[in-house]
């Protein structure tokens, strides 16, 4: 058992962690915004100081999708940063030696070799289209290492694919691609199956995780920390094409209109698998298949809508 303190735990990924973390028997300190401001250093340390923890885990971030990442960059980048950076350095000031920063697979070279493994971070250019994002994920892991160099802490930086589940973004303006081209899709339902724009050809892959098995990763890792690498890809192994992820949402949702595709639209990168041989060496798996958490993540979105 431990005292446990993770930011952003009123976020998609916080709010199934936290749960799982006081089942397990922790205590966990889930502030809001309002009781720690980690754009704010002297709000961050002052909280810090208040609190007796034996662990972070930073899950607070600022996201967007891709139609509004490539508007926004330069304030992703910054609140991203300015809270990773006030967060490592009010730990190493207050003594807290753990944490677990939760990053991104975006955090990756854009060229970098398929599958992403962990060597080919800082090798090269970010995407262009979320540069502002990724950047900021690989500043705040850097940061981890030059602290765990400098001042004896152990702060451990965790890259998950792309995340999806209930709590998640489905605005059709800011949301990520799969939840908020689900809810599209249900709205292109109701009006009587009109017709879906699919960005792009549809061949582009990613790497999908449900979000509370990452909790459940996060969950598991915390009770074997000492194990755990400076930096490890955290995913489900499996590519789902654009194209394959439409046919799966309109199954789910029972969409039967048609799927277009227009050529004009950024698609960001055409793959993004991550090598998981570290995730392996920990013996941890993802415990819900694609399919299945679609289902799950389809059964939310209605009920926020009913």
Not at 96 to 118: F, H
Not at 126 to 137: N, R, W
Not at 294 to 303: A, K, P
Request: negative net charge; glycine residues 8%.
């Amino acid at each position: 058992m431990a005292n446990v303190l993770v930011t952003g735990g009123s976020g998609m990924l916080g709010r199934h962690l936290v749960p799982l973390l006081e089942k397990s028997g922790h205590i966990v300190y889930s502030p809001n915004r309002e009781e720690l401001d980690l754009t704010d250093s002297k709000s961050t340390l002052n909280y810090l100081k208040t609190i007796e923890i034996d662990a972070v885990i930073h899950c607070a971030a600022y996201v967007s999708g891709i139609a509004s990442n490539t508007t926004t960059k330069h304030h992703s980048f910054d609140s991203n940063v300015m809270m990773g950076l006030n967060l490592i350095r009010g730990c190493v000031e207050c003594g807290v030696k753990n944490m677990i920063n939760v990053g991104s697979a975006t955090a990756y070279p854009n060229d970098a070799p398929q599958p992403l493994r962990e060597e080919s971070l800082g090798d090269g250019a970010f995407e262009e289209f979320i540069e502002g994002y990724a950047l900021s994920k690989y500043v705040v892991y850097r940061a981890c290492v030059m602290a765990n160099e400098q001042h004896g802490v152990s702060f451990k930086t965790v890259h998950p694919c792309n995340l999806f589940g209930p709590y998640d973004n489905f605005s059709l303006e800011t949301g990520h691609m799969l939840p908020a081209i689900l809810h599209r899709m249900h709205k292109a339902k109701g009006n009587g199956n009109a017709a879906i724009v699919i960005w792009g050809d549809g061949t582009a892959k990613r790497e999908f995780l449900y979000a509370p098995d990452l909790a459940d990763f996060l969950n598991t890792a915390l009770t074997q920390f000492s194990q755990l690498p400076e930096v490890m890809n955290v995913g489900s192994g499996v590519e789902v094409s654009v194209n394959e992820m439409h046919q799966h949402m309109a199954k789910v949702i029972g969409y039967n209109g048609e799927l277009q595709h227009d050529l004009s639209r950024p698609v960001g990168r055409k793959r993004r698998h991550l090598e998981l041989s570290k995730q392996k060496e920990l013996g941890w798996s993802p415990k819900t298949q694609f399919e299945e958490a679609l289902v799950f993540t389809y059964e939310y979105l209605r009920g926020t809508l009913e």
